[in-house]
């Protein structure tokens, strides 16, 4: 079967670093999205990654190892307003995406 | 601004009942989806419609049903045949982005069964 797993919930506190990961094992390997999700709202789309290695994009990295079938967001520099769900999501061989069940983001002051 | 509107924001239905979900986007995007997302669980496609006058079923189908007439509008319809209907459901439509098929999601709809 086809699975992604992320932590379910981390706790982080204002200003520092946290990283979130995600490994998956699917049927194929066709790129991995990260989304945003504030609770009751829609997921806002963060990073996309196909090659392995480091995209950065301003407070956000993302991370990839197909080898591994790994991956991690790191968000620096944390805001509240960063309190949020993660969803890490793989598009298999079929482009078909497979979604993981999110990360829960607490921020303290 | 462009964008995904979803309505009605929350909805309440009781038992035996069918309920439509609108999903209305100016995105000009060709692909649409539906998802249900359940506590706990990754996001499910529903039914997805790549284009006009044409739609698949996703990973379950079973219990719902879309209609794509226009490109700008893909209706969802919760029927009584849908055991466990209450959910949070997300309609998005998708464009390429440098190679990655991004989605755009609605603000979602949540149905609740009494």
């Known amino acids: 079967g086809q699975n992604i797993d992320q932590p379910t919930e981390m706790t982080a506190t204002e200003g520092a670093i946290v990283q979130i990961n995600c490994t998956y094992q699917t049927s194929g390997f066709n790129g991995l999205f990260w989304y945003q999700q504030h609770a009751g709202e829609a997921p806002t789309f963060l990073s996309y990654?196909?090659l392995d290695g480091l995209e950065e994009k301003g407070r956000f990295s993302s991370f990839l190892s197909r080898s591994k079938g790994y991956s991690y967001l790191l968000l620096k520099e944390l805001q509240m307003k960063d309190s949020a769900s993660y969803l890490c999501?793989?598009?298999?061989?079929?482009?078909?995406?497979?979604w993981g069940a999110g990360t829960k983001l607490i921020i303290k002051p | 601004d462009g964008g995904i509107t979803q309505s009605p924001k929350y909805l309440f239905r009781k038992e035996g009942q069918n309920v439509t979900l609108s999903c209305e986007q100016n995105l000009n995007h060709d692909a649409m989806y539906w998802y249900r997302q359940d506590p706990g669980q990754g996001l499910r496609l529903i039914y997805y419609s790549q284009i006009v006058n044409d739609f698949q079923k996703g990973d379950i189908a079973e219990g719902y049903s879309v209609s794509r007439e226009k490109k700008e509008s893909f209706p969802l319809t919760v029927t009584s045949a849908q055991k466990n209907p209450t959910a949070f459901y997300l309609c998005?439509?998708?464009?390429?982005?440098?190679?990655?098929?991004?989605?755009?999601f609605g603000a979602g709809s949540r149905l609740t069964v009494l």
């Open positions: 990654n196909v």
């Open positions: 999501a793989v598009t298999d061989s079929n482009y078909q995406l497979i």
């Open positions: 998005a439509s998708s464009t390429e982005l440098s190679g990655a098929n991004v989605l755009t």
